[in-house]
């Protein structure tokens, strides 16, 4: 028996998932609707509806609930598809959109061929929480920028200014050359951004405990310049698993750092890149992109890739430089952990000589 043919006998089912209630649409062996309800999305609720059930080809969308509902269905023993959201345009876009229709169309789909949902794959639950670890410090560190900006702004209103300084160190700055009308509404500003200060240290100590005792890989990543201790930890937690990819030049895809393609006879546009994947890892290169191509980045193979296409100049060369490193640099990442290699940052020229020894 063929394996489409095992899975056309499964029921398929569509799941609509909403904050309150997820709405279900069941097909038979035969594609007809046997079933639409609805169940409250919940882990009780869920485990009660489809612990029951005969193993189940079941599609959902990406959204807040995908991952623990993913996890839970693939634990009660049924075949998941987590369709990616972005690219069922024949569901979001359609002129008769509802919750029920939803279902029915995922349910539909998922029979027909799985492909077309362009399923993911969610990650560990554990790595779902270290990951949310960076996330809350990026939260933060943008609460922080943003309070710092209050305050500069406040002050500058004033006719004052507060001197140059990091951010770790501006709340002392602060407090001394604040106007003395200001105090009452700015202090406590002030003493809020020492709090959280605090906090993103805190956050710094447990993720570099975290990368040393569970990511050892990372250190394999922070060899190259530019590349610490966040983005190391992040790349391995949003690549998981290395051998995912044959090819390292696959992770530029994956992390939307290569152009869209728009393809028409004769026409082939040159589109912006696709910005799929993880956005918070794919501003993470493109940060340490900046960081070699700038002042302070060492000479390497990367640095002069990127200096060699802003010297071709052009409209965006700048941009399109720092875009292109941040693509080699996820290639590069990808290859150092696979191979445990020790970083060379000047392999193009050293390569020769290892070939003719």
Not at 259 to 283: C, F, H, V, Y
Not at 338 to 349: A, L, M, W
Request: net charge positive; with cysteine.
């Amino acid at each position: 028996m063929t394996t489409k043919k095992r899975a056309q006998e499964k029921q398929t089912i569509g799941i609509d998932i909403g904050d309150k209630y997820s709405y279900i649409c069941v097909l038979d062996h035969d594609g007809d609707i046997k079933e639409e309800s609805r169940v409250s999305t919940s882990m009780a609720a869920f485990s009660k509806r489809f612990s029951g059930l005969a193993p189940a080809r079941i599609a959902l969308e990406t959204g807040t609930h995908s991952p623990w509902i993913s996890r839970l269905l693939s634990t009660l023993g049924h075949e998941v598809l987590v369709g990616n959201a972005r690219k069922l345009r024949m569901i979001y876009a359609s002129h008769s959109k509802t919750d029920t229709l939803d279902a029915r169309n995922l349910a539909k789909v998922a029979r027909f061929d799985p492909n077309l949902l362009s399923p993911i794959q969610h990650r560990a639950e554990q790595g779902q929480a270290h990951l949310a670890m960076i996330r809350s410090r990026d939260t933060l560190v943008t609460t922080r920028t943003s309070l710092v900006n209050h305050v500069r702004g406040m002050v500058k209103a004033f006719g004052a200014r507060i001197n140059k300084c990091s951010a770790s160190c501006f709340h002392k700055q602060a407090k001394a050359q604040l106007p003395a009308l200001l105090k009452p509404a700015l202090l406590p500003v002030i003493e809020m951004i020492a709090s959280v200060n605090q906090e993103i240290k805190a956050f710094n100590q447990e993720l570099e405990r975290l990368s040393a005792e569970t990511y050892p890989e990372t250190e394999l990543l922070r060899q190259v310049n530019g590349i610490g201790l966040i983005t190391a930890l992040a790349f391995v937690l949003t690549i998981e698993d290395p051998a995912r990819f044959v090819k390292s030049r696959s992770v530029g895809p994956f992390l939307g750092l290569t152009p869209r393609k728009r393809q028409s006879g004769e026409r082939d546009p040159n589109l912006p890149i696709s910005k799929a994947g993880d956005t918070k890892m794919r501003s993470l290169l493109v940060q340490c992109a900046q960081y070699i191509l700038g002042p302070f980045g060492q000479d390497c193979d990367l640095r002069r890739y990127g200096e060699n296409i802003k010297a071709n100049g052009g409209a965006y060369a700048k941009q399109r430089a720092v875009v292109a490193v941040a693509r080699k640099l996820s290639v590069l990442l990808h290859h150092l952990w696979r191979s445990g290699e020790v970083y060379d940052p000047f392999f193009k020229q050293t390569r020769p000589q290892r070939q003719a020894a």
